[in-house]
T-cell receptor, first 114, second 109 residues
Framework: DTGVSQDPRHKITKRGQNVTFRCDPI?????LYWYRQTLGQGPEFLTY????????KSRLLSDRFSAERPKGSFSTLEIQRTEQGDSAMYLC????????????FGPGTRLTVT | GIQVEQSPPDLILQEGANSTLRCNFS?????LQWFHQNPWGQLINLFY???GTKQNGRLSATTVATERYSLLYISSSQTTDSGVYFC???????????FGSGTRLQVQP
């Protein structure tokens, strides 16, 4: 049983560029979550999917952010026209939709916007 | 939204000492998890404990949901226990975790 994986692990981009991150959840998990963590803070919720449906979005998810989970398996998070304030660790988690709702996190993608 | 407060914010221990970390939350929850974040940023699951008491080796946790708090006990601390400990709760009716600001633990040899 492999854990949650994320790619890339690190991304450095220039302000104004678009970036896309990928998350592969634990195979039998049908819920997938995205969080963002800035230095010295706890992670903050961005959005979550149950299967392919995006069921909740945080107000932190501005119009420049979009997330997809087209086949209910992996998910992508795209940030358009990146800003320096987008620099953070982007974390993906997955869980079951029934029984235990325990969330398991991936290693994260660290984004630096220069 | 729900408020999650962790205390203490920072803790320095000598190896072998015991400690108690506290998490208070302001509303009813479906889920409560404790995590250890290692220096590389990976969140490691310690406990899934919406209520009751669990133990895993030198670590144990207790959640009293009716009084809206949880405690994480670390006994015989080791230098590898260093890092940030987060409490995270899933408020009733939601599926997103709300994290506290963490307790930064440093265990000195």
């Amino acid at each position: 049983d492999t854990g949650v994986s994320q790619d890339p692990r690190h991304k450095i981009t220039k302000r104004g560029q678009n970036v896309t991150f990928r998350c592969d959840p634990i195979s039998e998990h049908n819920r997938l979550y995205w969080y963002r963590q800035t230095l010295g803070q706890g992670p903050e919720f961005l959005t979550y999917f149950q299967n392919e449906a995006q069921l909740e979005k945080s107000r932190l998810l501005s119009d420049r952010f979009s997330a997809e989970r087209p086949k209910g398996s992996f998910s992508t998070l795209e940030i358009q026209r990146t800003e320096q304030g987008d620099s953070a660790m982007y974390l993906c988690a997955s869980s079951l939709a029934q029984g235990s709702y325990e969330q398991y996190f991936g290693p994260g993608t660290r984004l630096t916007v220069t | 939204g729900i408020q999650v407060e962790q205390s203490p914010p920072d803790l320095i221990l000598q190896e072998g000492a015991n400690s108690t970390l506290r998490c208070n939350f302001s509303d009813s929850v479906n889920n409560l998890q404790w995590f250890h974040q290692n220096p590389w940023g990976q969140l490691i699951n310690l406990f899934y404990i919406p209520s009751g008491t669990k133990q895993n080796g030198r670590l144990s946790a207790t959640t009293v949901a009716t009084e809206r708090y949880s405690l994480l006990y670390i006994s015989s601390s080791q230098t590898t226990d260093s890092g940030v400990y987060f409490c995270a709760v899933e408020p009733t009716g939601r599926r997103a975790l709300t994290f506290g600001s963490g307790t930064r633990l440093q265990v000195q040899p």
